[in-house]
């Protein structure tokens, strides 16, 4: 490292430089715009879609409260108004929501992160698309009646086939399963993202909080989606093939795919509040210029309450028949998730108090978040007491509760968080006049709208209602929060013109205007900044004088293109030291084609159009193997001089290498699954008299081992091909055990009488072989791939060796479900 | 001002008043919160503090206010739990409440005295007796809350849930369903009526007969009957006496007692009645009954003789 | 003709695709359903609910229809026979939903009270599914 005050360049630098990191991150023109695979150009996709549904779902919002504004109203009819609160609730949580949160990530967090790009371009641009036409195939259904219609959690067996006999529900698990593609996929981005792209300089002690919270959001998606997946798979093999695990008399139970949603669904509500309120944190300094007031403890707080936040799934629950000690263990930690939230928010009280407070757009909103996050949060404690919940449950007091809390803790300070960086943008800030009026309508309408429904839920209005009798006492609370809707949009939509108008003026810098700390405010395009900055402190902005001018000039990391192509740093995640030069990959038709060819796949077998179906999948197939083929070559410069005297490695193996801890976030993601099947297994068989049930067998002595045999066989081939790349036959050899091994497993089972539809724990078990179907089918064709593909060479041993990683992952599973099954 | 019909504010039982009396301590501290971190927030736009003291209130909020609050919410929490009435099969009176789409079928039984009765959509209470309710779901999830009385629990194929309650005064409280069941779901109420415990057993003993066929001089009446088994109302509804076996639907023997139809979405009267005949999905769309092709004739005397079925 | 080695693995390999592909085109020919005149399908699902039919019957397409006490209704528009022993034209079958008493005094399934226009609803229905 140079020593203090010298830069990791110097200058002039030299000539052609610029214009070769210009030409390797050039913007795509005209249709090539679909082949863009750049954070910005994807985040400003990303953002623009997502407020797009919540556009849609606020609509759908303001239909249903025009409905109930009066008693015994026909507005809407009940089939409609039941279609409309599932869809409103689903978009929200599932279309706005989550895509929004990930959307501000990838806009902002590479260039807070003083990176150039995210690690996995090519991905992000794929759950990109996948999301847009999943979820625009999803809305479309509203068009034709055949919206879901079960509510936004779905509960069977009201979704069961029985009562919900048409392709609405189909299409909501269809809808879910994209989101879910998206969120396993951001997820992967941000963890390798945050922890291995990090600019030199930059530890995890001077992280902006948002990446913090970003960080644990994605771990906290890595365990939180897999039940989600397991139950929606579960709930599509009861509808499609009469595996009955959620109904009660084939020994199913409604209550599994309770436990089930909800170990996602509680910690998802965190998922979307610990991103803004990481925002709030990153906002909050800049806008009373002072550093956050006790850094670390919010930091701890986000950790704390994304790990409780997984102990909170049952106070979804408390009127389900729980039994007394897991009632009170949740109350209790319901309760207790409190604290590091009041940590937080006195921290942000405690540095508005430090610092100078100006009513500008963002401040409002941050003073809006807090005045209505909080009131949420104390009704939040009031229902996880239980007696109390025990009335407040499904009635509009938790309706009231939920919105304050997703409204404060998320819409406001989205707003806030576009006030504060749209000059990121085109260098405007938006009419600070027009934000007094948003704010004023958005703040009223907020609490015009959803404070009489405290009293309405206590009045005795439950949930989910098309209407109500005049005799009830609840229509001047329900008039009352239909004007409040109304005032909410008409803020949304005063905000909506302002956004639209700013955009569209013409391009300038920024120039700082909130005179902020952190990187993403260096001066940015599309390569983010002209060098990778080093970072001496938390406030690099502050305390570092001449650091615009010195990265603009290219006077740090990385000012050129060593290769001609997209790269960035990788930095040690400790000590956020260069460690080797990762090298990008640039705009491409595939992820947008393989996502149009997923998208359809799915969306037409759900509408029973096998042939077109297919042809669809045939094409997400033969993109997917494109762009496999394409990753993972083999580099042609050895070394890279990313500073003065400093030359970096290009690429990296083994452990190194960030598509191998990339694979093993999948590898969690993949036993999270596994261990939501078990739960399953496991469920079902404690509410059976006799285990196996009546008429259901498992196979007998030798096969298990056999099977064992076979796959611990496949698993020491597989580790053998790893340390003899090269050769060909281990890995054909480890594919063969593996295959045969599924095959024995698959047919002993058979054999042994295997009905999934006669009984739920036999569907579960069947459930549990499918799954280990399904990683043979995946991993047979990779063995004929990476053979094929010549990836078995040192130099480019990157897909050989995750693929190893994924068979061990398999392998584990197969032997540990076989255990399972014999234990119980 | 009509009274609320269906407040947990307005509590009718032992349970109902500790529930409203706990939802009243939890809104005014959480008020009372509110308040003091209100104030603090927009003194923040007057007051510029030292640093040692921004970091005490981190400490002081964060921590040493909500520690020993929350620890003393959770002990009270529990305390009150423990008051309320835990469901005890050990009582004089059963009832089984099985949720339909979208109604209630409402079964008792009296250990004392062996009688056993069936209805629909109305429960009637003695004042001042607990009595035990076994819920259960004939399809899909549902949930019995009678705010007045107690908090809500839900009904779940293939489980039986218990709940006991207790009335202290006379009245009638209305219950709702309180779990997502389908499109009807908002007109899936019931009525809970409490009563005397001598005007109870009366009533008990009532609802236990079965209906004695009217005599020869009521011209209208035979003809209701008549009408009744002729358009084979009886293939889905019991009369007992009249006709048996009938489960899809509620048990009508003694439909006129009760004050509303169709749980609760039409207050029983003549009209509502030949209404809702002729046409259940004008009031219920989507209600599993179909539309009763009756000459008008036919409707009114079906109407009279169910008007006798008390 | 003499075939060497390869010339028959090639024709294997040819039949192994081709051959199944064939059979896939070999569908029986599906019978195509008895005419309706007049009934709606639309209000016949919604009749059929209502009368809850479906609590005897599985009838796909309609709510709380899966019912295993009686014969399922899947693909009724392909069936040849009512009730297993009338042909399936649509009078026989609207006959047989208002009053199946009058056609087999044994058989267990109970006169609804379902009026003739109703049955020829019903009837619509049952004969779209395919």
Same mark, same amino acid.
């Given at each position: 490292m140079n020593g203090p005050g010298r830069t990791p360049n110097r200058l002039p630098r030299p000539p052609g430089e610029y214009a070769a990191l210009e030409r390797a991150w050039r913007k795509p023109a005209g249709w090539r715009v679909l082949t863009a695979v750049n954070n910005t150009r994807i985040g400003r996709l990303y953002l623009a879609t997502a407020f797009g549904f919540f556009l849609f779902a606020g609509i759908l919002a303001l239909a249903m409260r025009l409905q109930l504004a009066?008693?015994?109203?026909?507005?809407?009819?009940p089939a409609t108004y039941n279609q409309f609160f599932t869809m409103h609730g689903t978009v929200m949580m599932f279309l706005f929501a989550i895509p929004m949160v990930e959307a501000i990530a990838v806009f902002l967090l590479p260039g807070m992160l003083g990176a150039? %790009?995210? *690690? =996995?371009p090519r991905l992000s641009a794929y759950a990109y698309w996948a999301y847009a036409f999943g979820g625009a195939g999803f809305i479309v259904t509203l068009a034709f009646g055949l919206?879901?219609?079960?509510?936004?959690?779905?509960?069977?067996p009201l979704t069961g086939k029985e009562y919900s006999p048409g392709l609405n529900a189909d299409f909501w698990l269809l809808g879910i399963g994209f989101i879910e593609i998206s969120a396993i996929a951001g997820a992967v981005e941000l963890i390798i993202g945050i922890l291995?792209?990090?600019?030199?300089?930059?530890?995890l002690a001077r992280m902006p909080v948002f990446a913090w919270s970003m960080l644990v959001v994605a771990a906290m998606v890595v365990f939180a989606f897999p039940p989600l997946i397991a139950g929606t798979a579960l709930l599509e093999l009861e509808r499609a093939y %009469?595996? *009955? =695990?959620?109904?009660a008399a084939r020994?199913?139970?409604?209550v599994l795919w309770q436990h089930l949603f909800w170990f996602f669904g509680h910690p998802e509500v965190y998922i979307i509040f610990l991103p803004a309120a990481g925002m709030a944190s990153s906002m909050l300094p800049a806008l009373v210029q002072t550093p956050l007031v006790a850094r670390r403890a919010v930091i701890a707080s986000l950790v704390a309450v994304g790990s409780l936040?997984?102990?909170?799934?049952?106070h979804h629950m408390?009127?389900?028949?729980?039994g007394q000690l897991e009632t009170t263990l949740v109350s209790a930690a319901s309760m207790a998730i409190a604290i590091p939230t009041a940590v937080q928010v006195f921290a942000w009280i405690a540095t508005l108090w430090r610092g100078r407070v100006q009513f500008n757009a963002p401040t409002l909103f941050i003073l809006g978040f807090l005045l209505v996050f909080v009131l949420g949060g104390l009704t939040g404690v009031m229902v996880a007491a239980v007696p109390f919940d025990w009335q407040a449950h499904d009635s509009y007091f938790i309706v009231a509760h939920l919105h304050y809390v997703l409204v404060g803790g998320l819409v406001f300070p989205m707003f806030a968080g576009a006030y504060f960086w749209?000059?990121?943008?085109?260098g405007h800030r938006m009419s600070e006049a027009l934000a007094r009026w948003v704010f004023g309508l958005v703040f009223a309408g907020t609490n015009v709208a959803f404070f009489p429904m405290h009293i309405s839920g206590l009045l005795g209005m439950p949930r989910r209602v098309y209407t109500y009798g005049s005799?009830?006492?609840?229509t001047a609370l329900n008039l009352a929060s239909t004007v409040g809707a109304l005032l909410l949009a008409g803020g949304v939509a005063l905000f909506t013109l302002d956004l639209v108008r700013t955009l569209r003026r013409p391009q300038k810098a920024h120039n700082n205007p909130w005179r902020a700390?952190?990187?993403?405010?260096?001066?940015?395009d599309e390569y983010a900044t002209r060098s990778q900055p080093e970072v001496r402190s938390a406030e690099p902005l502050w305390r570092q004088a001449l650091l615009v001018e010195q990265v603009a000039s290219g006077?740090?990391?990385?000012?050129?293109s060593v290769t001609g192509k997209r790269e960035t740093l990788v930095t040690g995640?400790?000590?956020?030291r260069p460690r080797h030069l990762l090298v990008l990959p640039g705009d491409s038709w595939l992820p947008f084609l393989c996502a149009l060819g997923t998208a359809g796949f799915f969306l037409l077998m759900t509408m029973q159009q096998a042939v077109a179906a297919w042809l669809f999948g045939a094409l997400a197939i033969v993109t997917l193997v494109a762009w496999l083929w394409r990753a993972d070559r083999p580099l042609?410069?050895?070394?890279?001089?990313?500073?003065?005297?400093i030359a970096l490695p290009v690429g990296a193996k083994g452990t190194a290498s960030h598509s191998w801890w990339a694979t093993w976030v999948l590898v969690v993601v993949d036993a999270a699954i596994f261990a939501s099947l078990a739960f399953t297994l496991l469920h079902l068989s404690m509410r059976l008299?006799?285990?196996?049930?009546?008429?259901a067998h498992l196979p007998g002595a030798p096969w298990p081992w056999l099977q064992a045999t076979l796959m611990a066989a496949s698993s020491v081939l597989a580790w053998w091909s790893g340390r003899r790349a090269g050769q060909w036959w281990p890995m054909l050899a480890a594919g063969g055990c593996l295959v045969a091994a599924f095959a024995a497993d698959l047919g002993a089972h058979r054999y042994a009488?295997?009905?999934?539809?006669?009984?739920a724990w036999s569907a579960a078990v069947a459930a549990l072989l499918a799954y280990e179907g399904l990683h043979v089918a995946v991993l047979a064709p990779a063995v004929v791939f990476v053979a094929a593909r010549g990836k078995l060479r040192e130099a480019s041993r990157a897909t050989l060796d995750n693929t190893i990683l994924l068979w061990h992952c398999a392998v584990g599973q197969a032997l540990a479900g076989l255990v399972l099954l014999q234990m119980l | 001002m009509t009274p609320p019909l269906q407040s947990v504010l307005s509590p009718a039982g032992p349970d109902g008043v500790l529930l409203s009396r706990f939802s009243w301590l939890l809104f005014a501290v959480g008020a009372a919160i509110f308040l003091v971190v209100a104030t603090l927030v927009l003194a923040s736009v007057v007051r510029k503090v030292r640093r040692s003291q921004s970091r005490r209130l981190v400490i002081v909020g964060g921590l040493l206010f909500p520690v020993p609050l929350l620890a003393a919410l959770m002990g009270w929490s529990g305390w009150q739990a423990a008051q309320l009435t835990w469901?005890?099969?050990?009582?004089r009176i059963h009832v089984t409440v099985t949720a339909h789409m979208w109604w209630w079928e409402v079964r008792y039984r009296d250990?004392?005295?062996g009688r056993e009765a069936v209805l629909a959509n109305e429960l009637r209470l003695p004042v001042g007796e607990r009595v035990y309710l076994a819920l259960t779901s004939e399809d899909v999830l549902h949930a019995f809350w009678v705010p007045a009385l107690a908090g809500k629990a839900d009904m779940v194929p293939g489980r039986v849930h218990g709940l006991t309650l207790h009335a202290a005064a006379p009245g009638r409280y209305r219950g709702q369903c309180a779990?997502?069941?389908?499109?009807?779901h908002a007109a899936m109420a019931f009525d809970v009526v409490a009563v005397a415990p001598q005007e109870f057993d009366t009533w008990l003993a009532g609802q236990a007969l079965m209906v004695t066929p009217p005599s020869l001089s009521g011209a209208a009446l035979h003809r209701g009957r008549e009408v009744f088994l002729a358009a084979r109302c009886g293939a889905c509804h019991t009369v007992r006496?009249?006709?048996?076996?009938?489960?899809?639907?509620?048990?009508?023997?003694?439909?006129?007692?009760?004050?509303?139809?169709a749980a609760g979405a039409l207050p029983f009267s003549r009209a509502a009645l030949i209404g809702w005949i002729a046409n259940p999905q004008a009031a219920k769309?989507?209600?599993?009954m179909p539309p009763a092709t009756l000459a008008p004739e036919e409707l009114q005397a079906l109407a009279t003789w169910l008007e006798t079925l008390r | 003709m003499r075939f060497g080695k390869t010339h028959d693995k090639a024709r294997a390999g040819l039949l192994t695709v081709i051959l199944p592909l064939g059979l896939c085109a070999c569908q029986p020919d599906k019978p195509s359903p008895p005419a309706t005149d007049g009934g709606e399908a639309r209000r016949g699902q919604l009749l059929l609910a209502q009368f809850q039919c479906g609590s005897c019957h599985t009838i796909p397409?309609?709510?709380?229809?899966?019912?295993?006490a009686a014969p399922s209704?899947?693909?009724?528009?392909?069936?040849?026979y009512t009730a297993g022993?009338?042909?399936?034209?649509q009078a026989n079958l609207m006959r047989w939903i208002a009053a199946p008493h009058s056609m087999?005094?044994?058989?267990?399934?109970?006169?609804?009270?379902?009026?003739a226009e109703e049955a020829r609803h019903m009837a619509a229905y049952l004969y779209s599914l395919k």
């Open positions: 009066v008693p015994g109203n026909d507005l809407l009819q150039r %790009d995210l *690690p =996995f919206a879901p219609d079960g509510g936004w959690f779905m509960y069977p291995f792209t990090r600019t030199p300089g930059m530890t %009469d595996w *009955p =695990f959620f109904i020994g199913g139970d409604p936040s997984f102990a909170l799934w049952m408390f009127t389900a028949g729980l749209m000059p990121l943008f085109n005799e009830m006492g609840w700390s952190s990187l993403e405010w260096l001066p940015q006077m740090h990391w990385l000012p050129g995640w400790r000590d956020a042609a410069a050895g070394a890279a001089f990313v500073a003065e005297g008299d006799t285990c196996p049930p009546p008429g009488g295997l009905a999934p539809s006669r009984d | 469901p005890f099969s050990g009582t250990t004392a005295t779990e997502y069941c389908g499109t009807q006496g009249v006709a048996e076996g009938g489960t899809l639907g509620p048990d009508l023997t003694h439909v006129a007692s009760r004050s509303h139809l769309p989507g209600a599993r | 397409g309609v709510e709380a229809a899966r019912g295993r209704l899947a693909e009724y528009g392909l069936r040849s022993r009338w042909p399936n034209q087999d005094p044994a058989t267990l399934m109970p006169d609804m009270g379902v009026s």
